[in-house]
């Protein structure tokens, strides 16, 4: 029944090596955001998709982020070639109805996933 | 940019009352408060939308002035489980909420 899930909930990753974060939103929710928080901050957008639709991507912090939702459903985000500054949690966020307009539906969080980059 | 939130902490006794403000330099759609417990997810508290709309638990109040682009969260007869960090996101544009860097609150028994 549940909510949002987040796998795994702590990875730890080489520095250059490629990580794979999983999300899966509460059936049925349109909209899906990835955020990423460092310690002691609030989370920081990362990307948003609408269904399959990925209708914003301008906070991925460079080109080895890269966030996909084929079937409108589940989520991955991919980080390539981890650098220690990506060390962060990554939260995963949704929402039932799309944000035509504005933001004016709750978002659900999933507990995140700890990255650690050594 | 990033709102501003204030204070960045506060100590309350139980029965106590804060009020936690969230100041934005942009022109607002909607302002949403979320609280953080250590090691846990956000948990939704409120909407304040543009035009005066409000979503939100009823024990929960905010204000939302829209000329001066700021929120103010209030906390009335904390109880221990108030406890947590405090975030406000801002929507200056579509899709993309801002988030402030958190205000800490510690509720003492």
């Known amino acids: 029944g549940a909510g949002v899930s987040q796998s795994p909930r702590y990875k730890v990753a080489k520095r250059g090596q490629d990580v794979a974060l999983r999300c899966d939103p509460i059936s049925g929710h349109v909209s899906l955001f990835w955020y990423q928080q460092a310690l002691g901050q609030g989370p920081e957008f990362l990307t948003y998709?609408?269904?399959?639709?990925?209708?914003?991507k301008s906070g991925l912090p460079s080109d080895r982020f890269f966030a996909e939702r084929p079937e409108g459903s589940v989520s991955t985000l991919k980080i390539q070639r981890t650098q220690q500054e990506d060390s962060a949690v990554y939260l995963c966020?949704?929402?039932?109805?799309?944000?035509?307009?504005?933001?004016?539906?709750?978002?659900?969080f999933g507990p995140g996933t700890r990255l650690t980059v050594t | 940019q990033q709102p501003v939130q204030s204070p960045q902490a506060v100590i309350l006794r139980e029965g106590e009352d804060a009020v936690i403000n969230c100041s934005s330099s942009k022109a607002l759609y909607s302002v949403h408060w979320y609280r953080q417990k250590h090691g846990e997810a956000p948990v939704f508290l409120m909407i304040l939308l543009k035009g005066g709309e409000q979503k939100g638990h009823e024990k929960i109040s905010a204000s939302f002035n829209e000329k001066k682009q700021q929120s103010s969260l209030y906390l009335t007869a904390s109880q221990l489980s108030y406890s947590g960090t405090y975030f406000c996101?801002?929507?200056?544009?579509?899709?993309?909420?801002?988030w402030g860097a958190g205000t800490k609150l510690i509720i003492k028994p």
């Open positions: 998709f609408q269904n399959e639709a990925q209708l914003d």
């Open positions: 966020a949704s929402s039932l109805v799309p944000s035509g307009g504005y933001l004016s539906y709750e978002q659900y």
């Open positions: 996101g801002t929507e200056d544009s579509n899709y993309q909420l801002i």
